[in-house]
């Protein structure tokens, strides 16, 4: 089965795209790569644990490589945090992704990845 983001997209990588596209302030996931008509590539996933919209923008500009976004709102930094995990292993983890490592838990956390238990 072929791995999935659950996230709404894929989107222009743009100030204008984001603010029509991520209305609410909150914590949420995005992957970021680029969008043909048969599918969207994702090279990077990551979270943002209080404004997502925020986030997304301080991409804008910064890799030609991507042009197009998803995104999807969380409960909670600590749910954020784990569909970041999720996504990480599910996408390559840093094998295929841009990451450059494992998805790093919040500040005075004991939060543990839910598939590789870092």
Not at 19 to 36: E, F, I, K, M, Q
Not at 77 to 99: I, M, Q, R, T, W
């Amino acid at each position: 089965m072929l791995p999935t983001l659950d996230m709404e997209g894929a989107y222009e990588l743009t100030n204008d795209s984001i603010d029509a596209h991520v209305t609410r302030t909150s914590c949420g996931n995005y992957a970021l790569g680029h969008d043909t008509p048969s599918q969207f590539t994702v090279s990077y996933v990551g979270r943002s644990d209080d404004d997502v919209n925020f986030r997304l923008k301080q991409w804008v500009g910064k890799k030609s490589s991507y042009t197009h976004f998803k995104f999807s709102y969380a409960t909670s930094p600590k749910v954020a945090f784990e569909k970041e995990c999720k996504n990480y292993h599910d996408f390559g983890g840093s094998e295929k992704l841009d990451n450059e490592k494992h998805p790093e838990r919040a500040d005075g956390t004991d939060w543990k990845c839910p598939v590789c238990g870092l």
